[in-house]
């Protein structure tokens, strides 16, 4: 297995620590993904600027990087490896296969036992690992989750962690039935979902995994490429001084201590602000007025 350097000094970010499995992770993470040029295809616009955005993740004590080999495809993996390599101790790469990219930037699903082999053995090789932290299964569309049996395709990455590939696993974009699933065939340390103030399908799932100690994971917190507009988050926002995103940050972190947030962006002084504004404390009457939004 590769080496890994010394450990970082801890350092203090909102919402402390998780642990998955037997990884112990920042709450607050950071996603990879808009690191790759325009609609996540090709190298980046600021390869240098990308670059200093990885170095001050860590730098800023986070432990967790979200990312997949789809991304680019290849781009982030490589950007990650050349801005970290030889990772931290403490840095902990999570990634994600069940998705390729076509030639028109499209994200067509791979979730044969071959395809999903391929995608982990690819993660390996651009991120330079013998072994992923964590592999979450992505499943249904760009669309959302979409019903169905995923046994084939979670026991595939099972087989994969048996032999020494993969530490744990976890699902993404996925039905409460098939967690339930996939959580009977082997242990599962998280669930990755679409999940923010307006969009809240999966209330009642996130409680059942903080119940069991499994981590949820939301993408898209202000509501993806279509920004959450909304008056009430505006009046929170403006009454605490803060931008829409630090409240949607804060509000995610309150909401349970089994989320876990990986916001992405490409700029040092970005990840700055959503670092600072996810630390925002809402109080009973600012949460109550953000729960009409998902009313």
């Not at 801005?83 to 990219?101: C, D, M, N, Q, W």
């Not at 008056?231 to 972190?253: C, G, H, P, Q, Y």
Request: with cysteine.
């Amino acid at each position: 297995m590769t080496t890994l350097s010394t450990s970082l000094p801890s350092t203090s970010l909102p919402g402390g620590t998780w642990t998955l499995g037997d990884l112990t992770v920042t709450r607050f993470g950071y996603g990879a993904m808009q690191l790759a040029g325009r609609r996540v295809m090709g190298p980046p616009a600021d390869r240098d600027g990308a670059l200093a955005v990885l170095r001050e993740v860590v730098e800023s004590g986070i432990t967790h990087i979200d990312t997949s080999d789809a991304y680019g495809p290849h781009v982030t993996n490589e950007l990650i490896r050349e801005a970290l390599f030889p990772y931290p101790e403490s840095l902990h790469i999570i990634t994600k296969v069940g998705v390729i990219r076509d030639a028109r930037g499209g994200w067509p699903t791979a979730f044969e036992p071959e395809a999903l082999r391929a995608a982990v053995h690819q993660n390996l090789e651009t991120l330079g690992l013998d072994t992923l932290d964590l592999v979450n299964l992505r499943l249904g569309n760009a669309s959302g989750p979409v019903e169905g049996p995923i046994a084939e395709s979670f026991e595939t990455l099972v087989e994969l962690q048996q032999k020494g590939l993969i530490r744990h696993l976890g699902v993404s974009n996925v039905t409460v039935e098939q967690v339930v699933e996939a959580r009977a065939i082997a242990p599962i340390v998280c669930v990755q979902n679409m999940f923010n103030l307006a969009t809240r399908q999966d209330d009642e799932l996130i409680d059942m995994l903080a119940a069991e100690n499994i981590a949820y994971v939301p993408y898209f917190p202000l509501g993806g490429f279509s920004p959450l507009q909304s008056e009430e988050l505006t009046a929170v926002a403006s009454r605490l001084d803060a931008t829409l995103m630090s409240v949607a940050l804060a509000w995610l972190l309150q909401r349970s201590p089994n989320i876990l947030l990986i916001p992405g962006t490409s700029s040092v002084a970005h990840l700055r602000e959503n670092i600072a504004g996810a630390g925002l404390s809402l109080s009973t009457e600012d949460l109550l007025e953000l729960e009409g939004i998902g009313g």
